[in-house]
């Protein structure tokens, strides 16, 4: 019987790569388990799934697919670069999802790989912003097509098979620009990542956008201009498709990623369809979302959401500051309506985490100490996360500062929403960034810390969800020094990652620095969750916290806001003084607290 020789195949190597980004001593950012997981690396990854398994490249070549986000694993540069030269370099490397503080970490790494002759294509906010509002390429991009880098601007839907072609022909273009034309995304390929990437990340958590784009026009958002405005969502069969998926491999918990699920017009659809899921399919299903502060007024969305299974929710407060809500073009917020959205998230059990924007033109570092005090007072949220207000590209702040010629920072690894990267008018650089440190600590401090877990069990909420989560965004900024959304469990710190221009440490100093590190952060740090578990079940065991309630438990006045927000508009020297003696007073007490608490 003659033998038939099997046509030789072709293999093409595609490697996702998400980047993190350096710290102030210019290392990674790199965790052992990271915490947020990556919608843009599920989501070419689903789409890169999806080609190969259409052989678009052709019946005789294999796409084999890698995927790597190094804030949970080391990019293995040296380990790719071997394993494109065993294959005549043929594949093509994409380094995704990459936000400004990203780019300069995600250009280092493509450079690295550029020396080796590896075709290398950067895509993202950064990209896609500066694309979307500049009339020109700004100085890095510039920098990175001169580096033979190929640029991305907008959504890979539709245009990853395009890419890949050119890539394996060998005719990659410097630049593929697709912001005028934002494709659907009903019925495109899932995002998707296979286990042993999502274990990658604590509590193993999948992620997914259910739509794309934000109808609200908030000055300082790139969303907006990179994603659009007008509501492009997934169908209820897309979300149960993916979720199937998911769970096929034991992952049943999702964050999804949307900007703002409740303006998806879609979203009763798809909580439709989980709920029913987690009903005839017993799929013990846990979801995160992000919202807007009225999504309390369509009706039977908080309810939906939490037999969703929604157990946490994030809100873009942004501030409480009449003012600075109408000058970022934020109208939408309406501080009157807070109380009651956050009364309605803890009647239904969900925990709340709140975004709040330090540095609009009207803050001060004593107001911004008093909104942190109304905020404890008078409203119910669980967990504050802090941001600096940043210029980001994409957005029209930046488009406006661009055209007024403001100083802006150039170097972008610092656009982190954790330094100052333009003027205030009010403020120096230096008591910008010390009212941003403290007021994490303004926030969480002891007294406070009490009352959340207290309204945490008047709520019937479990008071374990809420001081892990206390111990999470309190202990990533106080002892690890990074933001929460930064954060993970236990830093891994590699002492030949480091960024250009720094010096490389010698060994024996870097393992003892490293080592006196370890144990400043972890050794408080294990102190501090000690103190707070004691203090949580010794709330939880007092019969009296199941009838605790004050203010911002307390049904809605809508004039109460008024008095405390009259502050706003005084500009008087006697206002100013007022202030600066209530800061001093508050800072007495959180002395006192902290005191204290370490000796409970």
Not at 24 to 52: K, T
Not at 151 to 158: D, N, R, T, V, Y
Not at 471 to 499: C, D, N
Not at 504 to 512: D, I, Q
Request: glycine fraction near 6%.
């Amino acid at each position: 019987m003659e033998r038939v020789e099997q046509p030789k195949r072709t293999k093409f190597l595609v490697e996702l790569i998400k980047p993190s980004h350096y710290d102030d001593d210019g290392y990674v950012i790199q965790w052992w388990r990271g915490f947020i997981p990556s919608n843009s690396l599920s989501s070419i990854y689903g789409l890169a799934l999806d080609s190969r398994n259409r052989r678009v490249l052709g019946d005789d070549v294999d796409i084999e697919i890698q995927a790597h986000d190094e804030t949970n694993t080391k990019v293995p540069v040296r380990e790719i670069i071997r394993r494109f030269a065993r294959n005549d370099n043929r594949g093509l490397v994409l380094i995704v999802g990459v936000q400004t503080n990203q780019f300069a970490r995600a250009v280092d790494i493509a450079r690295e790989l550029r020396a080796a002759n590896l075709d290398v294509a950067i895509g993202g906010f950064h990209v896609s912003g500066c694309l979307a509002m500049l009339p020109e390429l700004p100085q890095d991009l510039k920098d990175a097509q001169a580096a033979g880098i190929t640029l991305f601007a907008g959504e890979a839907e539709e245009r990853l098979d395009d890419l890949l072609k050119s890539a394996f022909e060998r005719r990659l273009l410097p630049l593929y620009n697709f912001m005028k034309n934002l494709p659907a995304v009903s019925g495109t390929p899932l995002p998707f990542l296979p286990l042993k990437y999502v274990k990658r990340y604590a509590g193993a958590i999948g992620c997914f956008d259910a739509g794309r784009g934000c109808p609200f026009s908030c000055s300082f958002c790139t969303i907006i201009n990179v994603q659009g405005r007008k509501s492009r969502y997934r169908t209820a069969d897309d979300i149960e498709h993916l979720i199937r998926a998911h769970a096929a491999q034991g992952v049943r918990s999702f964050f999804i990623t949307d900007d703002n699920f409740a303006r998806n017009k879609n979203w009763e659809p798809i909580l439709d369809r989980i709920i029913e899921l987690r009903r005839r399919d017993h799929l013990r299903l846990n979801i995160i979302m992000q919202v807007d502060t009225l999504c309390h007024k369509i009706p039977k969305f908080i309810e939906k959401a939490a037999r969703a299974g929604c157990k946490k929710v994030f809100i873009g407060l942004e501030n409480i500051n009449p003012e600075s809500l109408k000058g970022a073009s934020k109208g939408q917020n309406q501080i009157t309506e807070y109380r009651k959205m956050l009364q309605a998230w803890k009647k239904a059990k969900v925990l709340t985490y709140a975004g709040y924007i330090l540095g609009f033109p009207s803050d001060t570092p004593e107001s911004i100490a008093r909104d942190i005090q109304i905020i404890q007072r008078e409203l119910p949220i669980d967990i504050m996360e802090f941001f600096m207000l940043t210029p980001l590209p994409g957005s029209k702040d930046h488009l406006d500062m661009y055209l007024r010629g403001e100083r802006m920072e150039t170097d972008t690894n610092k656009y982190d929403a954790e330094h100052a990267t333009a003027d205030h008018p009010r403020m120096t650089a230096a008591e910008w960034e010390d009212i941003y440190q403290r007021a994490w600590h303004l926030y969480y401090t002891p007294e406070h810390i009490v009352t959340l877990i207290k309204r945490a069990v008047a709520s019937g909420i479990r008071t374990s969800r809420i001081a892990s989560m206390i111990f999470y965004f309190y202990a990533s900024h106080k002892y690890e020094h990074v933001h929460p959304l930064q954060g993970g469990i236990i830093r891994r710190k590699r002492r030949t990652q480091r960024r250009p221009g720094y010096p490389r440490e010698n060994v024996f100093s870097f393992a003892l620095r490293r080592t006196r590190e370890m144990l400043s952060t972890y050794g408080p740090g294990l102190m501090f969750f000690w103190q707070l578990e004691r203090l949580r079940r010794k709330i939880e065991k007092d019969p009296a916290s199941k009838s605790y309630t004050d203010l911002a438990l307390t049904p809605v006045n809508d004039h109460e806001f008024a008095d405390d927000l009259e502050l706003y508009h005084a500009t008087d020297s006697a206002r100013r003084a007022a202030e600066l003696a209530q800061s001093q007073e508050a800072t007495r007490k959180l002395r006192l607290a902290r005191t204290a608490f370490a000796a409970e």
